[in-house]
């Protein structure tokens, strides 16, 4: 089952956020406005380079970690972004075979890219929806076309959340899609945030003139959060040990580095009792 083609018009004039992301993520698909964006953000926010990998590798230890230790089989992935590495899919299906992934965007690049790239294994499921995180209602009622609610789900919100302005409309979101699942389903997110503790008052600063600036052409601002409030999408769950943490601090593979260095974003995944 797949969506009908949205039928928007790609505008390749303005820097669209997606094309950024994946120019960060060292991806292809972007255009010379999105470079130009991307490199004058970087120039005033060095540290986003390694957000944008350290968050894609979040993604993956958390995926293995849902599918090997909490034994879940079936993912709703909103905020799909461009296809790069380590996709959900890709993560899963490799630890289990049948697991059932629905990848949601209301970007048409993105599910023309999903659609090209992101293939199932014959034992599992890849779907797509053109629908808009905002709506959960709608993301509910055609993901359970291809996800069983009765079981646990894990719902992946990486990266999205802070391009909803209003937190409370953003928290009441998660709760709806929260309710929607059963005992056992998880939550796994990534959120920016210019939190002094993570870099020094002096660094966050630097970094939130980089953000305003950025938001100021960007075709959806995003709006950085405390740690805090960030927690705060996980009330009622049972958060996964190590917490609500720098993305760099969840569950990191060993070096020999040492521990990785903070950056701006935390991340968390919570079990539902």
């Not at 009441?172 to 929607?180: N, T």
Request: hydrophobic share 40%; glycine share 6%; with cysteine.
């Amino acid at each position: 089952m797949h969506d009908e083609d949205p039928g928007q018009t790609i505008d390749s004039s303005v820097p669209h956020s997606a094309r950024v992301w994946n120019y960060f993520l060292g991806g292809k698909d972007f255009y010379a406005v999105d470079r130009q964006a991307a490199e004058a953000y970087k120039a005033a926010f060095p540290q986003i380079t390694d957000i944008a990998r350290t968050d894609r590798a979040f993604l993956a230890r958390a995926v293995r970690y849902l599918v090997a230790e909490a034994e879940v089989r079936q993912f709703l992935d909103i905020g799909t972004g461009l296809p790069t590495m380590n996709n959900t899919h890709e993560v899963a299906q490799r630890a289990a075979p049948s697991s059932r992934i629905v990848y949601v965007d209301n970007d048409p690049l993105v599910l023309t890219h999903a659609r090209a790239l992101l293939t199932s294994t014959p034992e599992g499921t890849c779907d797509y929806i053109h629908a808009d995180l905002r709506d959960p209602e709608e993301i509910l009622a055609r993901a359970a076309k291809s996800l069983d609610f009765s079981r646990p789900v894990a719902i992946t919100l990486l990266g999205i959340l802070h391009f909803v302005p209003d937190y409370d409309q953003v928290r009441a979101i998660v709760r709806r899609l929260l309710d929607a699942v059963p005992a056992g389903s998880h939550l796994a997110l990534t959120h920016a945030t210019l939190d002094p503790s993570l870099g020094g008052e002096e660094v966050a600063a630097k970094n939130r003139a980089a953000q305003d600036e950025y938001n100021e052409s960007a075709d959806v601002p995003l709006t950085p959060r405390s740690r805090e409030e960030i927690s705060a999408f996980f009330e009622g769950l049972e958060v996964i040990e190590p917490g609500v943490v720098s993305m760099s601090r969840w569950r990191p593979e060993r070096t020999r580095f040492g521990t990785p260095p903070p950056v701006f974003g935390y991340c968390g995944v919570g079990r539902k009792r």
